[in-house]
């Protein structure tokens, strides 16, 4: 079956723009969560949304948003951008519930310039 | 709340020789763990899981984990390692309900010919 589908690939955007970054998870699971990754500080949780809900939420500001479709498909949201923002963001897919494991996508790596 | 350290960013080690991975987790609650992957412009890949029972678990390709409670550790290995192992390692622990997973800083895995 296919894998979770992240996209785009890369993306170059000027600080103070805002950016959109999709997410389609594997067919059946309900559970997208995203993860920001930066060489200093790791994976950190951005969110997590179940059946269109956001179940679970990060310490990030309020510039960082997300939503789920009906379908399961997930976007990310980041308005007015910082230089700081540039990073990889994950996305990972799961049936719900916790003994599941996470399925990655393969991540939009963003540069704010 | 939950935490997972690495202390070893980087680990270098010679091809066909042993390697451990540290990994030292600290929640309060019974706990799910997990080994992930990432090879170059990748996402995560999940390498291996610990739910419940026996504490020994074991990936396909020859990756190894042992859950010890008093120790709170969960240590990858490996009695031989190849060219194509070098990647970064990922830790990571989940308090079970609807908890985000917490990852590790991860730990570089460079195998050297």
């Known amino acids: 079956k296919a894998g979770v589908t992240q996209t785009p690939r890369y993306l170059i955007k000027t600080r103070g723009q805002q950016v959109t970054l999709s997410c389609s998870p594997i067919?059946?699971?309900?559970?997208v969560s995203w993860y920001q990754q930066t060489p200093g500080q790791g994976l950190q949780f951005l969110f997590e949304y179940f059946s269109e809900t956001q179940r679970n939420k990060g310490n990030f500001p309020g510039r960082f948003s997300g939503r789920q479709f009906s379908n399961s498909r997930s976007e990310m949201n980041v308005s007015t951008l910082e230089l700081g923002d540039s990073a990889l963001y994950l996305c990972?897919?799961?049936?719900?519930?916790?003994?599941?494991?996470?399925?990655f996508g393969s991540g939009t790596r963003l540069t704010v310039v | 709340a939950q935490s997972v350290t690495q202390l070893d960013s980087q680990v270098p080690v010679f091809e066909e020789a042993p390697v451990e991975l540290r990994c030292n987790y600290s929640?309060?609650?019974?706990?799910?763990l997990f080994w992930y992957v990432q090879y170059p412009n990748q996402g995560l890949q999940l390498l291996l899981k610990y739910l419940s029972g026996s504490t020994l678990v074991e990936s396909i390709n020859g990756f190894e984990a042992e859950f010890n409670k008093s120790q709170t550790s969960f240590h990858l290995r490996k009695p031989s390692v190849h060219i194509s192992d070098t990647a970064e390692y990922f830790c990571?622990?989940?308090?079970?309900?609807?908890?985000?997973?917490?990852f590790g800083t991860g730990t570089k895995l460079q195998v050297i010919p």
């Open positions: 990972a897919s799961s049936g719900g519930q916790s003994l599941d494991g996470y399925t």
């Open positions: 990571a622990v989940n308090s079970g309900g609807y908890q985000k997973v917490t």
């Open positions: 929640s309060s609650v019974s706990v799910y």
């Open positions: 067919s059946g699971h309900r559970s």
